[in-house]
C-alpha cells in the first residue's frame, strides 16, 4: 500500500495509549497560548457554489457571505454558510490565466492569504471533497504562531494582517489539513456585527436575502472535528507539543470494537475545552477491516474524518434534514435494531420521557451518557462520492455551569462522545462497506 505517512516528522512516541478503563482525565490548563473556540472550517473543492449550497440546503445553513468574482477576487470563489456560532467556507480555484492576464499578483485579489491554486487543485484531486483547515480563534495569532513554531508545529502560512482588522497564520495539524488561528484587532465586546469584518474575516460581502436559502434547522456550533490517521502516537505527542492541549478522552478497540473491527481514539482539548480535537487510528488483525483504514485509502492520506455539529434541538434538526434527504440533502446511516430502543428506557429514561424516546427511535437517534450528562447523537452517510467524510449531529443534555459573570454555559463534551453507541456505528459502517462490496462485485461480473 505505499508509505503511511500522517505528516509528521522528527517527533518521539512519548504518548501510550491506556484505554478507557484505565484513563484519568484531569485539566492542567497547560495550553502554550489562549484558544478561544472554533472559529470555521473551510472545504476545499472543485466548485464551491454547489458544495456551499447543498450543504446550506442539508443542513438549515444559509449561505450569508461571499468573496468571488463580484467582490473583486479573482482568484478563488469562496461562499460561507452560518448557523448560530457554526461557519462552513468552501473553496474552489479560479483559472489562474484569469487574474495574470490583468497582470495583478493574484494573491493580492485573494480574501484568504494562504490560498494556493495548485495547491487546492492537488487537494481536490487527491482528496475529493474534504476539509482543508481547522480555524481556531486565539488572542493573538501572530504570537500563536510563533509559539507553535518554537515549539515544533510546522509552518505553513505566516501571520497576515488583513485589512487591518484581522490577523491569520496557518501551522500544519495531520495530512493536509491545516490548523488556522483567527485573531481580531477590535475585541468581541466592540464588534459591528452587521460586518463579516468583525465576526467572520475582511474582504468578505453580505449576500442579499434574494441569494440565500431562509434556511435554519437549530445547528448552532462545532463541537468536535475529528481526524483519522494512520499512527496516532506521533500526531497526538506532535499537536501537545506545540499547543499544549491536555489528553480529554482515550478510547481504544476493546471500548468500543465490534467482533469484526476497530479503532483507538484520542480527543485533545485546549484549557476551557471548547476545542475538542479527537484523533483515531485503525486496528488490525480484525475480521474486517477497520473503517478508519477505509477512510485513509479512499482520502490518501490522513484527514477529517467527521463534523460533529451541535443542534440545539435535535428532535427539530433531524425532522427538518430527512425532509431534505431525497431532494439534495443528507442521507443518514441505517438505525440500530429496536433492541437497542427497547433497552432505552432502562438507561436515560430519568432524562428522556417516553415520548422522546420514542422519537429517538422514529428519527433513528442514538443516546449516550456518562456520569456528567446525556449525549444524543445520528450519523450521516459519506456526503462527497468517496466513503471518508461525514457529519455527526448531536445535542449534550446536562452539566450547566455559571461563569464568573453569572452566565450559564455548558461544559464541554457533556455527556461523553457516544462510547456506548460506537459499536452501533461500526455495525452500521461495516453493513454500509459490505454493501458497497456487493455493489461493486456486481458490477464487475456484468461488465
Same mark, same amino acid.
Given at each position: 500500500?505505499?508509505?503511511?505517512?500522517? +505528516?509528521?516528522?522528527?517527533?518521539?512516541?512519548?504518548?501510550?495509549?491506556?484505554?478507557?478503563?484505565?484513563?484519568?482525565?484531569?485539566?492542567?490548563?497547560?495550553?502554550?497560548?489562549?484558544?478561544?473556540?472554533?472559529?470555521?472550517?473551510?472545504?476545499?473543492?472543485?466548485?464551491?457554489?454547489?458544495?456551499?449550497?447543498?450543504?446550506?440546503?442539508?443542513?438549515? /445553513?444559509?449561505?450569508?457571505?461571499?468573496?468571488?468574482?463580484?467582490?473583486?477576487?479573482?482568484?478563488?470563489?469562496?461562499?460561507?454558510?452560518?448557523?448560530?456560532?457554526?461557519?462552513?467556507?468552501?473553496? &474552489?480555484?479560479?483559472?489562474?490565466?484569469?487574474?495574470?492576464?490583468?497582470?495583478?499578483?493574484?494573491?493580492? /485579489?485573494?480574501?484568504?492569504?494562504?490560498?494556493?491554486?495548485?495547491?487546492?487543485?492537488?487537494?481536490?484531486?487527491?482528496?475529493?471533497?474534504?476539509?482543508?483547515?481547522?480555524?481556531?480563534?486565539?488572542?493573538?495569532?501572530?504570537?500563536?504562531?510563533?509559539?507553535?513554531?518554537?515549539?515544533?508545529?510546522?509552518?505553513?502560512?505566516?501571520?497576515?494582517?488583513?485589512?487591518?482588522?484581522?490577523?491569520?497564520?496557518?501551522?500544519?495539524?495531520?495530512?493536509?489539513?491545516?490548523?488556522?488561528?483567527?485573531?481580531?484587532?477590535?475585541? &468581541?465586546?466592540?464588534?459591528?456585527?452587521?460586518?463579516?469584518?468583525?465576526?467572520?474575516?475582511?474582504?468578505?460581502?453580505?449576500?442579499?436575502?434574494?441569494?440565500?436559502?431562509?434556511?435554519?434547522?437549530?445547528?448552532?456550533?462545532?463541537?468536535?472535528?475529528?481526524?483519522?490517521?494512520?499512527?496516532?502516537?506521533?500526531?497526538?505527542?506532535?499537536?501537545?507539543?506545540?499547543?499544549?492541549?491536555?489528553?480529554?478522552?482515550?478510547?481504544?478497540?476493546?471500548?468500543?470494537?465490534?467482533?469484526?473491527?476497530?479503532?483507538?481514539?484520542?480527543?485533545?482539548?485546549n484549557n476551557d475545552e471548547t476545542v475538542l480535537l479527537p484523533m483515531t487510528e485503525p486496528?488490525?488483525?480484525?475480521?474486517?477491516?477497520?473503517?478508519?483504514?477505509?477512510?485513509?485509502?479512499?482520502?490518501?492520506?490522513?484527514?477529517?474524518?467527521?463534523?460533529?455539529?451541535?443542534?440545539?434541538?435535535?428532535?427539530?434538526?433531524?425532522?427538518?434534514?430527512?425532509?431534505?434527504?431525497?431532494?439534495?440533502?443528507?442521507?443518514?446511516?441505517?438505525?440500530?435494531?429496536?433492541?437497542?430502543?427497547?433497552?432505552?428506557?432502562?438507561?436515560?429514561?430519568?432524562?428522556?420521557?417516553?415520548?422522546?424516546?420514542?422519537?429517538?427511535?422514529?428519527?433513528?437517534?442514538?443516546?449516550?451518557?456518562?456520569?456528567?450528562?446525556?449525549?444524543?447523537?445520528?450519523?450521516?452517510?459519506?456526503?462527497?462520492?468517496?466513503?471518508?467524510?461525514?457529519?455527526?449531529?448531536?445535542?449534550?443534555?446536562?452539566?450547566?455551569?455559571?461563569?464568573?459573570?453569572?452566565?450559564?454555559?455548558?461544559?464541554?463534551?457533556? +455527556? +461523553?462522545?457516544?462510547?456506548?453507541?460506537?459499536?452501533?456505528?461500526?455495525?452500521?459502517?461495516?453493513?454500509?462497506?459490505?454493501?458497497?462490496?456487493?455493489?461493486?462485485?456486481?458490477?464487475?461480473?456484468?461488465?
Amino acid at each position: 500500500m505505499g508509505k503511511q505517512n500522517d +505528516g509528521v516528522t522528527n517527533v518521539s512516541d512519548d504518548f501510550k495509549l491506556v484505554g478507557f478503563s484505565n484513563f484519568v482525565g484531569s485539566n492542567p490548563r497547560s495550553d502554550r497560548f489562549p484558544a478561544r473556540h472554533f472559529h470555521h472550517v473551510e472545504f476545499w473543492c472543485t466548485d464551491a457554489t454547489s458544495a456551499s449550497r447543498r450543504f446550506s440546503w442539508g443542513l438549515g /445553513m444559509p449561505v450569508v457571505a461571499k468573496s468571488d468574482l463580484s467582490t473583486g477576487n479573482a482568484t478563488h470563489a469562496s461562499y460561507l454558510c452560518r448557523s448560530g456560532d457554526l461557519c462552513l467556507l468552501f473553496t &474552489a480555484p479560479y483559472s489562474p490565466s484569469i487574474a495574470t492576464s490583468d497582470g495583478i499578483e493574484p494573491s493580492s /485579489m485573494a480574501s484568504l492569504p494562504s490560498f494556493s491554486y495548485s495547491a487546492c487543485v492537488a487537494f481536490a484531486t487527491k482528496h475529493g471533497l474534504g476539509v482543508r483547515a481547522i480555524a481556531v480563534e486565539v488572542e493573538d495569532a501572530a504570537a500563536a504562531f510563533h509559539i507553535s513554531i518554537t515549539h515544533g508545529a510546522r509552518p505553513v502560512s505566516p501571520p497576515v494582517v488583513l485589512d487591518c482588522a484581522a490577523t491569520v497564520a496557518e501551522v500544519h495539524l495531520y495530512g493536509d489539513v491545516v490548523l488556522r488561528y483567527v485573531s481580531y484587532k477590535t475585541p &468581541a465586546s466592540n464588534r459591528n456585527n452587521s460586518s463579516p469584518d468583525s465576526w467572520f474575516l475582511p474582504r468578505f460581502k453580505l449576500l442579499d436575502e434574494v441569494s440565500s436559502f431562509p434556511l435554519d434547522f437549530g445547528i448552532r456550533r462545532l463541537d468536535h472535528a475529528v481526524g483519522s490517521v494512520h499512527k496516532l502516537s506521533p500526531v497526538v505527542s506532535y499537536l501537545k507539543r506545540f499547543t499544549g492541549f491536555h489528553e480529554f478522552a482515550e478510547f481504544t478497540k476493546d471500548d468500543i470494537g465490534t467482533d469484526e473491527s476497530g479503532l483507538n481514539s484520542v480527543t485533545l482539548a485546549n484549557n476551557d475545552e471548547t476545542v475538542l480535537l479527537p484523533m483515531t487510528e485503525p486496528v488490525f488483525g480484525t475480521k474486517r477491516r477497520s473503517p478508519i483504514q477505509t477512510y485513509l485509502e479512499h482520502n490518501e492520506g490522513p484527514g477529517v474524518q467527521h463534523l460533529a455539529l451541535m443542534s440545539e434541538d435535535i428532535f427539530w434538526t433531524l425532522k427538518e434534514m430527512r425532509k431534505q434527504s431525497a431532494v439534495g440533502g443528507f442521507e443518514f446511516m441505517p438505525p440500530p435494531p429496536p433492541t437497542y430502543y427497547r433497552n432505552l428506557k432502562g438507561r436515560v429514561g430519568d432524562v428522556l420521557t417516553d415520548e422522546q424516546i420514542k422519537e429517538c427511535e422514529e428519527l433513528g437517534i442514538m443516546v449516550d451518557r456518562d456520569d456528567e450528562g446525556t449525549l444524543l447523537q445520528i450519523f450521516t452517510k459519506p456526503v462527497g462520492d468517496r466513503p471518508t467524510i461525514f457529519i455527526e449531529i448531536i445535542q449534550r443534555v446536562g452539566c450547566t455551569l455559571t461563569d464568573d459573570h453569572g452566565k450559564l454555559y455548558q461544559k464541554g463534551a457533556c +455527556g +461523553g462522545f457516544g462510547k456506548g453507541n460506537f459499536s452501533e456505528l461500526f455495525k452500521s459502517l461495516e453493513e454500509y462497506e459490505k454493501t458497497l462490496d456487493a455493489q461493486r462485485v456486481a458490477a464487475l461480473a456484468s461488465a
